[in-house]
């Protein structure tokens, strides 16, 4: 059955680094997008970034640009996400999706876009 599989959080101090890694299996990656939520206490889930299939363009929430970069390696049917410069505000449950729309630059961050989710890695930012 469709499965994705978030690993590599953890606890990590302010300023520090994190790779996700969404792991796919019972479908063929290359042949969807996929994107990495996340969702903090008491707020609602937000759109981190998003990686196409095939030219692999990428999208990224402003909070996030220029400290996360979103890679995939379909060969091996995973979807990293590297996390640098790490902040308090970082901290949240990270989720991977996938959809099969073609995740334009406004429609990415929509959560219903997205048919199955991993059960999320959680990321802890503090001192």
């Known amino acids: 059955q469709v499965q994705l599989v978030e690993s590599g959080g953890g606890l990590v101090q302010p300023g520090g680094s994190l790779r996700l890694s969404c792991s796919a299996s019972?479908?063929?990656?290359?042949?969807?997008?996929i994107g990495w939520f996340r969702q903090a206490p008491g707020k609602e889930r937000e759109g981190v970034s998003c990686?196409?299939?095939?030219?692999?363009?990428?999208f990224y929430a402003d909070s996030v640009k220029g400290r996360f970069t979103i890679s995939r390696d379909d060969a091996e049917d995973t979807v990293y996400l590297q996390m640098t410069s790490l902040q308090p505000e970082d901290t949240a449950i990270y989720y991977c999706?996938?959809?099969?729309?073609?995740?334009?630059?406004?429609?990415?961050?929509?959560?219903?876009?997205?048919?199955?989710w991993g059960q999320g890695a959680r990321v802890t930012v503090a001192s």
């Open positions: 019972g479908f063929t990656l290359d042949q969807y997008d």
């Open positions: 990686i196409s299939r095939s030219e692999g363009i990428t």
């Open positions: 999706a996938r959809t099969t729309y073609y995740a334009g630059i406004m429609s990415w961050r929509r959560p219903n876009i997205y048919d199955y």
